[in-house]
């Protein structure tokens, strides 16, 4: 019998060293920095999964690291079962190998999709806000209109792009994107 863990973080900025120390007693670990809404792209998870066999027990840190939707999380518990590997999630101190530990975790799954859920609503109703105080989305352009206009003119007179990209501080495509785009 193994124990197995599984750390992940949403993105490369964050750190997984809170639940690689909490992971820290398990015969091996699988880590990741992949979104969790849905398993099929984390690649270090289906790894994991292929890797647990018959009486093996796979150790997280908190219910959200595994899914945030309950369908993928039913869809992985049984996935486990089915493979005889139990599941336990250590902050909550639960354990699928009893009745009340595997309640317990559709019902915590139930909540963390209803809450990932709210905070999407919410994130979506601040940007409708912000749109509608005129805040602009995206990455600043890269030139002015009238830097447009001088970067043509001075192409146009034979400066190399390599020159323009230095008076500019843009990248190659930037310049070409300028030179090409219609005014």
Do not use: W
Not at 29 to 41: H, P
Not at 116 to 144: S, W
Not at 146 to 161: A, F, P, T
Request: charged share 30%.
């Amino acid at each position: 019998m193994a124990k197995v863990g599984y750390a992940r973080v949403s993105s490369y900025g964050q750190s997984l060293e809170v639940q690689l120390n909490k992971l820290a007693d398990c015969d091996k670990i699988f880590q990741e920095k992949q979104s969790g809404r849905t398993a099929d792209n984390r690649e270090q998870l289906q790894a994991c999964i292929e890797y647990l066999r018959e009486g093996d027990v796979l150790c997280i840190t908190k219910m959200d690291r595994l899914s945030r939707s309950l369908r993928d999380l039913l869809n992985m518990l049984n996935r486990l079962e089915k493979k005889g590997v139990q599941f336990q999630v250590l902050d909550q101190q639960i354990d699928t190998s009893t009745p009340s530990g595997r309640l317990l975790v559709q019902v915590l799954g139930s909540i963390g999709e209803f809450e990932n859920d709210l905070r999407k609503d919410r994130q979506m109703q601040g940007i409708a806000l912000a749109k509608t105080k005129g805040v602009q989305f995206g990455r600043k352009k890269a030139f002015t209109e009238d830097q447009v206009v001088e970067l043509r003119e001075l192409r146009e007179q034979g400066m190399k792009i390599t020159d323009l990209m230095a008076h500019y501080s843009v990248s190659k495509a930037c310049v070409y994107r300028a030179l090409t785009k219609d005014s």
